[in-house]
């Protein structure tokens, strides 16, 4: 530990009503240290750290004692707390978007911050968000403190989010998950940032995170909950090379991170199977690779020609270039990977793909058919052979509705079963995707956030598509409930024979599951090939960069990564 003791907790525990949600819990967090507690989706790592500040309904029933330099948080009044949250203590929330008020500009959000507990005039308050917003790094923040927040990106907010939690210069920033909905060119900045804030003003951070990258990358200590208990605890090597307890090795055996040759393989040459096309980037920064045709050796399922989609600006702003002449193909049985950031493209490409979306110009054909001119019964009929898989399966599924009606919908739309078929298809696909029958009749905040997934693939598969389209299908699990559906995916994809196109930021799940890889910057496909040779010998600047970003599970190695990146940032 790099200091004295800030905060001890003392056998922690917390219960809803007969449910025990933590279970004599305890750690320390010394002054200046940052110590990460990782575990599963309901561990009571999130539940242990809301306990701290009063965050938790009056339904909560919590004991034990966490002390913050020698007093008891959870002894104090609810005017002392009050003084604690944003001056000694600062929360950096998971999503930056229902973290702000969507109502008032991001100045007024940061100001209310440093006023509440500081004795400062509204104008002095102003000068110091704005000077606050630039030790964030948010750009032009003069500017940007007029803003609202839908007018900023994700990576941006969560900036906003950590300037207001550090305004009042706290002892202890709690985050949590702060960087699980960013990309990793962005969450390797939030880290950076985190980092710096660290050495500039000794605040000690408690890393809340099922991201074990991000551990290895930021954290000195490790605490790791499982069932609500602390299992095990220690020096972050420690806990990744020799690891005491079996759930420790089972979680980090878990982790899909990318392969030592990826990982290695930022100085190699371009491989000859990988093309580089064009995009958006500074021409100093362009490596001497030609750009070759894509073309399969044989008929491909999906072929997309030349795809642009132009967002018309609303009034006198600009209109944005989603899509650019975006060119690629997937042949059948194939699983094609197309990464890049937000905003790059990728799910817009995908939209039209899908036949959501009228592109501005190109053709998307599946098979002989270009589905950017069907309509009507031959539409319906072409979309029949395309599944989708969304990112959030919560948002995804109708509330209201049992699970297995939603498996069954696509199977009553497109007449493919009718009467007590229904019933029997339902329970050989919820099988196919290792979930009971039974629970067909269950709603979906009934279900784990993984076998919530496990349902969006069943009814993804009810027609037997052709083509799967998963946008970002385990962006939002754990890394163990990650593991298991890029298995089952794997295994589905034998057993029912889809091609797929597969869209992530995470290059370690496009390395495990895909045969080619497209990466897309801009609007533009900057460069393809094969998998293997895309991630261990990327042609373009920005596939270096994505590649550098991403953080793995290995302290030592993650270290060489973060310098490298920092050369190539």
């Keep these: 530990m790099t200091g004295a003791g800030l905060l001890r907790l003392h056998d922690v525990a917390v219960s809803f009503g007969d449910v025990e949600a933590v279970r004599g819990a305890g ?14 989706s309901g561990s009571g790592k999130t539940v242990t750290a809301m306990s701290l500040l009063g965050l938790l309904p009056p339904t909560a029933r919590v004991t034990g004692r966490a002390e913050l330099a020698g007093r008891d948080l959870y002894a104090m009044t609810p005017a002392e707390l009050r003084a604690v949250r944003g001056g000694d203590v600062g929360m950096v929330f998971q999503e930056p978007m229902s973290a702000l008020n969507p109502v008032f500009t991001i100045g007024d959000q940061v100001v209310e911050a440093i006023r509440t507990h500081q004795e400062l005039t509204a104008a002095a308050a102003r000068e110091r968000a704005i000077e606050l917003l630039g030790v964030v790094g948010l750009p032009n923040p003069r500017e940007r403190v007029r803003a609202y927040p839908h007018e900023l990106s994700g990576g941006q907010l969560q900036r906003v989010v950590i300037a207001m939690a550090v305004a009042n210069e706290p002892k202890l920033l ?13 969450q390797a900045e939030i880290l950076e940032l985190l980092r710096d804030l660290r050495s500039r003003l000794g605040t000690a951070i ?7 990258g991000v551990v290895a990358d930021l954290a000195a200590r490790v605490v790791v909950m499982h069932d609500g208990r602390v299992v095990e605890q220690g020096d972050v090597r420690t806990i990744f090379t020799a690891p005491a307890e079996d759930y420790t090795r089972q979680l980090l055996g878990s982790v899909v991170s990318l392969s030592t040759a990826a990982a290695t393989g930022l100085d190699h040459a371009p491989a000859a199977g990988v093309t580089a096309g064009p995009g958006h980037v500074a021409a100093e920064e362009h490596p001497a690779v030609a750009s070759v045709p894509d073309v399969p050796a044989e008929a491909p399922l999906l072929r997309v020609e030349n795809l642009s989609v132009t967002y018309r600006g609303r009034f006198r702003a600009m209109a944005v270039h989603a899509a650019s002449a ?15 950031e937000s905003g790059s493209g990728k799910s817009t490409v995908a939209r039209a793909v899908t036949g959501l979306l009228a592109p501005t110009a190109g053709s998307v054909r599946i098979g002989d058919a270009d589905i950017t001119r069907l309509r009507g019964r031959a539409a319906k009929a072409l979309r029949r052979r395309i599944g989708v898989v969304f990112q959030d399966p919560l948002s995804s599924l109708n ?12 199977l009553r739309l497109h007449g493919a079963a009718r009467g007590s078929e229904v019933d029997r298809r339902v329970g050989e696909l919820l099988e196919a995707v290792q979930l ?24 993804a598969l009810a027609l037997r598509p052709d083509l799967l389209v998963a946008d970002e299908p385990t962006s939002a699990l754990d890394v163990t409930i990650q593991a298991r559906i890029l298995t089952l995916l794997r295994e589905l994809r034998h057993e029912f024979g889809f091609a797929c196109l597969f869209i992530s930021h995470d290059l370690a799940v496009i390395e495990q599951l895909a045969d080619r890889v497209a990466v897309m910057h801009r609007g533009h496909v900057v460069e393809q090939g094969p998998a293997k040779e895309v991630l261990t010998a ?19 190695a993650q270290r060489q990564r973060r310098e490298a990146w920092r050369k190539l940032r």
Excluded: F, K
């Excluded at 049985?333 to 890049?340: C, H, S, T, Y």
């Excluded at 990327?538 to 030592?556: F, G, M, V």
């Design 206 to 212: 408690l890393l809340i995170t099922h991201d074990m």
């Design 326 to 340: 975006v060119s690629l193909h997937v042949e059948p049985g194939e699983v094609l990977g197309l990464v890049g």
């Design 174 to 186: 709690i985050a949590d998950e702060p960087t699980t909905a960013l990309d990793v060119t962005v």
């Design 27 to 40: 750690y320390e967090v010394a002054a200046g240290e940052v110590v990460a507690v990782v575990g599963e």
């Design 399 to 410: 509330p209201r509705t049992p699970v297995g009606e939603s498996v069954a919908t696509p």
């Design 436 to 459: 009971s029958p039974a629970l067909a009749s269950r709603y979906p905040h009934e279900l784990s956030g993984g076998q919530r997934q496990r349902a969006c693939i069943a009814r």
């Design 538 to 556: 990327p042609a373009h600047p920005y596939t270096r960069r994505l590649l550098s970003a991403a953080p793995i599970a290995d302290p030592e």
